[in-house]
Structure formats: C-alpha cells, structure tokens
C-alpha cells in the first residue's frame, strides 16, 4: 500500500520549494492548493461558491481569489463555509490521485493547512517546514504582492510552528537552502526503508 506523507508549514516556509526537492528524488507530489485552484474553475464549483458568496466574486467568469480572500480570511465562519465546500472536492480528487500512484512506496501531500484540515490524519509521517517569522513575511511580500495586513490575516487562521512541531514526524530547517535540500536527501533515504 502507497503511504501517504503529509508535508505542511506556515505561508512563507518554503514548503514548495522542499515538494519540488523531493520531487526531483523520484517522488509523487501532490499540491493541494494547485489543485485546489484547478478544482475551483469547474463550472458546479464556480456555482456552489457563488451561491454562498454571490455573483461580487466573479470577475472575467472566474471566482476573483483575491475577493474570495478578502472575505474569508477576516471571517473565520465563511472560511469554514468556503473550506467546507472545497475540501471534499480536493479529497476526491487526492484519493483518485493516489490510485494512480499504487506502484510507489510512499507520496507525498503538500498542504497548507494539513492540520486546521483534519487531513493530518490520513497521513502515515508528517513533514513541518519551518523558518524564521521575518523570513517568511520577506518571502511573500516578494512572492504574492501581497501587504502586511492580509498575510497577518492568513497566519492567524493557520496553526503555530509550535503547534504544528508537536504533531509531526520530521520538521526541516528552511533557511539555508543546501542544508534544507540535506535535511530533504535524510527524510527522503528514512522513507524509503520505512
């Protein structure tokens, strides 16, 4: 049977960037928010959502992330909504994908929010990315163009490292990019003999 390893970290880690290294080692990974955002383009998604939130999300045909954000992740209650609608979707999704990789020992599930999910507890061993809290605003101030006030917004609806440390198997140091990608190659060989 195919184990499941659930990679997860605050906005910012790099937890991405330790999915693409892992990856590259033969790996199958599985994004949750880029399928997620696929998923979020099906015409009965786009329906669904827009019967919560109405039609002022639209834009060009498309849900406008951007406005989707802005109310849900000042309103716990409608990000619940949103979460709730989404999240069964993306499962589906993920456990057709992982039928598809029944040849590989283990895959890995890169996901945000794996704990504040529940999702956690479909996984065999947990990956935590953590970093600096300077560092990982830094990091998407340059990434997402975002400002200040929204990325405080969306740390707030996510677990601590602390919280996060205390429930997982592996916990990977991104800081400096070789010794996390060292940290990857250890995890990576721990896997294999599992």
Same mark, same amino acid.
């Given at each position: ?5 659930? &990679? ?15 990856? %590259? &080692?033969?790996? $199958?990974? +599985?994004?949750?928010?880029?399928? %997620? ?5 099906? $015409? ?6 827009? *019967? /919560? ?6 834009? =060009? ?12 992740? *000042?309103? $716990? ?10 999240? $069964?979707?993306?499962?589906?999704h993920f456990d057709e994908w992982v039928e598809q990789k029944s040849d590989f ?13 529940? @999702? +956690? ?9 953590? %970093?600096?809290?300077? &560092?990982?605003? *830094? ?5 997402? =163009?975002?400002?200040?006030? @929204? ?5 707030? =609806? ?14 990977? *140091? ?11 190659? %250890?995890?990576?060989? /721990? &896997?294999?003999?599992?």
């Amino acid at each position: 049977m195919t184990k499941i390893i659930g &990679l997860t970290g605050g906005i910012g880690s790099g937890k991405t960037t330790i999915a693409k290294k892992f990856q %590259a &080692l033969g790996v $199958p990974v +599985y994004i949750a928010d880029t399928e %997620a955002k696929k998923i979020m383009e099906f $015409p009965e998604t786009i329906q669904s959502v827009v *019967e /919560e939130f109405g039609t002022s999300i639209i834009e =060009n045909g498309s849900i406008s992330r951007q406005k989707l954000a802005e109310i849900v992740f *000042e309103n $716990p209650e409608k990000l619940q909504k949103l979460n709730s609608i989404i999240h $069964p979707l993306v499962k589906k999704h993920f456990d057709e994908w992982v039928e598809q990789k029944s040849d590989f020992d283990f895959i890995i599930k890169e996901v945000a929010i794996l704990f504040e999910s529940g @999702s +956690y507890k479909d996984c065999h061993k947990i990956i935590t990315v953590v %970093a600096p809290f300077d &560092l990982r605003i *830094e990091r998407v101030l340059k990434r997402d =163009n975002s400002d200040y006030e @929204s990325i405080m917004n969306r740390i707030q =609806n996510q677990w601590t490292d602390e919280m996060k440390i205390a429930k997982s198997d592996f916990v990977i *140091e991104n800081i400096d990019i070789e010794k996390a990608y060292k940290q990857v190659d %250890a995890i990576y060989m /721990e &896997l294999k003999n599992m």
